[in-house]
């Protein structure tokens, strides 16, 4: 899923646990690292897209007279500052079943 395309909220949304473990049996630490697993990528993913945008930036000159403000990079910089935090994209996903997960314990042995 594009995360740049994703309904999740911009601010911290307080969630009842319980509810939110739906498909896990009840068991709220499985959910918790199935949301932090993704978080973890779309994190990764959110790193990787920023350094190549701000990659066409780079001064290759190592001169400290040379100080000047890229109001571009600025302003690359601040919509990845708006956009929700990885935690809350991977927990919207989550609640809208887009997160394919498989737990190797649960599933029977033939």
Do not use: G
């Not at 994703?6 to 499985?30: F, G, S, W």
């Amino acid at each position: 899923m594009d995360y740049r395309k994703t309904t999740a909220p911009t601010n911290t949304v307080t969630r009842d646990m319980i509810k939110l473990c739906h498909d896990n049996q009840d068991n709220v630490y499985e959910t918790v690292m199935v949301i932090a697993k993704r978080a973890n990528q779309i994190s990764n993913e959110m790193k990787q897209d920023l350094e190549k945008k701000l990659e066409e930036f780079t001064n290759l000159s190592d001169n400290l007279e040379e100080v000047f403000e890229n109001h571009e990079q600025i302003e690359i910089s601040r919509s990845y500052e708006k956009m929700p935090k990885p935690t809350l994209i991977a927990t919207q996903e989550y609640l809208e079943d887009k997160i394919y997960y498989k737990n190797p314990s649960r599933e029977k042995s033939f």
